[in-house]
């Protein structure tokens, strides 16, 4: 038994390319800066797995109990128009994650999602594309809907109204717009309802006791004890529901701390410390177009750690960031969180298809929304 659960375990690391690349990038990098190796634990941000890692075993619990499974029948028999549930769940990730921040409405939003795929002909890889990029267009409202604002936010001195004010009307185009996609892209017919026996039968308890966990564990971060609350849920699922510890997404707890790793080795090369001491002397629009271009390639919230140091924390690098969430699903860590959640090879490149397009219109309606508000 325990061969098995360590097989179950370990074969989703060997299949993992995204993991493969960023192992081999960081190798790369690490010929350039041998001396930093010791320094690794020091560029992850601890505090961000924890919270990665008990999140994923709590919506995983709560997976197995059956809920999602529930919720899903309840909810195709009161929405059984495709466009109208496309626009329900669409519109539902974007509002949760103004409030709850992106990674935890895609916790909530994306299982639900995929239980669907089991009662309905519902075209659900497209579905979980669109609800990352909703998270993204909802989460740049506010001050608590992403990292990169909770960042800007402290460091700008605004209060937390005038935050929202400053960012909504970049997040109401943008959200008008994906609601305007999400429309054209999911046509207006009755869903097919299918037969189907898979799912976990409901165990109400291991619901309440995720439910209980899921309380505990916020309030544990909220008071800076996440490694306290990530014990005690771990403790609760050895006592309940070890499967659920075995089939949580492991590599993707790895895939986070080696891009860690590899962002502040990128940030940390000799030959583009040059190139950063000039970085005060460009203009708007370049400052503009680099926080987009960082964010495509070290993620938007390494590029906002990194631009912070050179521009103020204003409307120009607030806007640059969020909309470089959309593009590469590198862009936005709540991309990766999304795309690897749904377990489908060929969302990747689907992803792109939409991503890229409304990394073009955020980008270009932020920097014309900025032009106005100068004037």
């Not at 190796?37 to 709590?58: A, K, N, R, S, Y």
């Not at 929202?164 to 054209?184: C, S």
């Not at 489908?344 to 900025?370: E, N």
């Amino acid at each position: 038994m325990l061969i098995a659960a360590f097989g179950t375990v370990l074969k989703p690391f060997l299949r993992d390319r995204f993991l493969h690349l960023l192992i081999v990038l960081g190798i790369a990098l690490t010929l350039f800066q041998p001396a930093k190796i010791l320094q690794f634990p020091q560029f992850v941000d601890w505090d961000t797995i924890v919270t990665l890692l008990g999140l994923l075993m709590l919506t995983k619990g709560v997976e197995v109990s059956g809920y999602f499974d529930f919720v899903g029948r309840k909810m195709i028999n009161a929405i059984d128009n495709e466009r109208r549930l496309a626009l329900f769940l669409v519109m539902a990730a974007a509002v949760l994650s103004t409030f709850m921040t992106n990674d935890v409405a895609l916790f909530i939003v994306i299982p639900l999602t995929i239980t669907l795929k089991k009662l309905t002909s519902l075209p659900v890889t497209r579905l979980i594309i669109f609800e990352a990029l909703a998270v993204n267009a909802g989460s740049l409202l506010t001050p608590i809907g992403n990292p990169q604002n909770i960042l800007l936010w402290n460091k700008s001195g605004l209060s937390f109204l005038h935050f929202i004010g400053q960012m909504a009307p970049l997040a109401l185009i943008t959200l008008v717009a994906l609601l305007a996609v999400t429309w054209f892209c999911f046509p207006s017919h009755s869903l097919k309802k299918l037969k189907s026996n898979q799912g976990y039968p409901f165990q109400k308890p291991l619901l309440v006791c995720c439910v209980a966990l899921y309380l505990v564990f916020i309030a544990c971060v909220d008071l800076g004890l996440a490694l306290y609350g990530l014990l005690a849920v771990i403790v609760c699922f050895l006592l309940l529901a070890r499967s659920v510890l075995l089939r949580i997404d492991w590599p993707l707890i790895l895939v986070f701390i080696v891009m860690f790793i590899d962002v502040r080795l990128i940030v940390g090369l000799p030959v583009l410390q040059p190139a950063f001491a000039q970085i005060h002397g460009l203009p708007d629009y370049a400052h503009y177009l680099l926080s987009i271009g960082l964010s495509q390639v070290i993620s938007n919230v390494p590029a906002t750690i990194l631009m912070i140091n050179y521009l103020p924390s204003g409307a120009l690098l607030a806007y640059a960031v969020n909309a470089g969430g959309f593009g590469l699903a590198i862009g936005s860590l709540a991309n990766l969180i999304a795309l690897r959640m749904a377990n489908d090879k060929k969302i990747w490149l689907r992803f792109h298809y939409y991503s890229f397009p409304f990394l073009l219109f955020s980008g270009g309606a932020g920097w014309v929304l900025l032009a106005l508000f100068a004037k």
